[in-house]
Antibody, heavy 115, light 107 residues
């Protein structure tokens, strides 16, 4: 069974960088695409972007200037970095399998942006 | 970006009822439409992809229909665990976009 687990700081200061890692178990990360999706508290879902094992990425244009997604196949992990965060970036961040549809998700991790 | 509009934003129903949630796209997306279910405090789970194809292990009381710009999710016999929130999502083009969600509440 595929399992995904997000990890990273739960609190980030404004203007700093949000960094999260997703560890995949039960499946090689060298197959499929892998995505990040977020959900502000009490609100809907926003697609962030996805990555393939080759390092090829596709980002949401609304975040592209601040966003970087990377992959480490040796550790079966992929990561998210979002620069210059503001309170608007406060959300539950999910990692998921797939590019255009997502059939396995992590449990999500709440990242709050606050001083 | 393709805008996805769900209606209603919430509805009240009883166990055993049949309910339908609609999702409209701001432009034609063929059948590149997915439905997710989200329970409180949990990650979404994929219910239907390609507008009509039931994801593995999803109960058959869930069904999807539609193409182009107009789609629907029907739950034919509501069970207690179905009173949660549902989202549509277009997979026609990036950026992928989601509807605002529909919460099914117990009447």
């Amino acid at each position: 069974q595929v399992q995904l687990q997000e990890s990273g700081p739960g609190l980030v200061k404004p203007s700093e960088t949000l960094s999260l890692t997703c560890t995949v178990s039960g499946h090689s990360i060298s197959v499929y695409y892998w995505s990040w999706i977020r959900q502000p508290p009490g609100k809907g879902l926003e697609w962030i972007g996805y990555i393939y094992q080759t390092g090829s990425t596709n980002y949401n244009p609304s975040l592209r200037s601040r966003l970087s997604i990377s992959i480490d196949t040796s550790k079966n992990q992929f990561s998210l970095r979002l620069n210059s965060v503001t309170a608007a970036d406060t959300a539950v961040y999910y990692c998921a399998r797939g590019s255009l549809r997502h059939d396995f998700w992590g449990q999500g991790t709440l990242v709050s942006v606050s001083s | 970006d393709i805008q996805m509009t769900q209606s209603p934003s919430s509805l009240s129903a009883s166990v055993g009822d049949r309910v339908t949630i609609t999702c409209r796209a701001s432009q034609s997306i063929s059948t590149f439409l997915n439905w997710y279910q989200q329970k409180p405090g949990k990650a979404p789970t994929l219910l239907i992809h390609g507008a009509t194809t039931l994801q593995s292990e999803v109960p058959s009381r869930f069904s999807g229909s539609g193409s182009g710009t107009h789609f629907s999710l029907t739950i034919s016999f509501l069970q207690p665990e179905d009173f949660v929130t549902y989202y549509c999502q277009q997979s026609y083009t990036t950026p992928l976009t989601f509807g605002g969600g529909t919460t099914v509440e117990i009447k």
